[in-house]
């Protein structure tokens, strides 16, 4: 079984600093990888994935995420913040056999 | 509008009361699957379903039943509801599993007293 870490529960940053969301995976075979954004009281949705093609990875709303084999990480990334970005974000791997491991998320805080 | 509905979106109810949760996709996915969300926890997968009458355990079945008579329709059952069970679910569905992401309902918040 996969296992997904997010490192930091909390995340707080400035608006139009960077933001890094870490997460790393356990698998020693490469799998897929997702970040989904969660805004309150909503579902989850997607904001990008990595399927073993290009490395980095560019999502919606200025988002982007490398994939490190070396490292089994995949950490999330905003050049600038915005407050809109303000919600909870996950990380989750899918393997051989179709589960899916979430990790136990990242509350994003924006400050003005 | 292709979406993930689930009803109820809320649902108060006492200890043993048998109970159901809808789900429903209306993008033709095959594959489905239910996660309760919990603080500090995160997602985690109760349930998935590769096709009709295909059903298989995540990582926290104990509890619950499912069952997948139709393509596009995946019941969460608790047929025996505990205070543990107090949780928010969400069913999600995609074109099939592994590979692709999945599209998320709404939410159920389940409260069980």
């Known amino acids: 079984a996969q296992s997904v870490t997010q490192l930091g529960s909390h995340v707080s940053v400035s608006e139009g600093a960077l933001v890094l969301l870490r997460c790393n995976y356990s698998?020693?075979?490469?799998?897929?990888l997702f970040w989904y954004v969660q805004y309150p009281n909503q579902g989850l949705q997607l904001l990008l994935k990595y399927t073993s093609a290009a490395t980095l990875v560019k999502g919606i709303n200025g988002f982007e995420a490398e994939f490190k084999k070396s490292e089994t990480s995949f950490h999330l990334t905003k050049p600038s913040a915005h407050m809109s970005d303000a919600a909870e974000y996950f990380c989750?791997?899918?393997?051989?056999?179709?589960?899916?491991?979430f990790g136990t998320g990242t509350s994003l805080t924006v400050i003005p | 509008e292709a979406q993930v509905t689930q009803n109820p979106r809320y649902l108060i109810t006492v200890t043993g009361k048998k109970l159901t949760v809808t789900c429903s996709q209306n993008?033709?996915?095959?594959?489905m699957s239910w996660y309760r969300q919990d603080p500090g926890l995160g997602l985690r997968q109760i349930y998935y379903?590769?096709?009709?009458?295909?059903?298989d355990k995540g990582d926290v079945p104990e509890g619950y039943k499912v069952s997948r008579k139709e393509k596009r329709n995946f019941p969460l059952i608790l047929e025996s509801p505990s205070p543990n069970q107090t949780s928010l679910y969400f069913c999600a569905s995609s074109p099939t599993g592994m590979f692709y992401e999945q599209y998320f309902g709404p939410g159920t918040r389940l409260t069980v007293t």
């Open positions: 993008m033709n996915h095959e594959y």
């Open positions: 379903s590769m096709n009709v009458e295909v059903t």
């Open positions: 989750a791997v899918s393997e051989i056999g179709n589960q899916f491991y």
């Open positions: 698998s020693s075979v490469p799998p897929y």
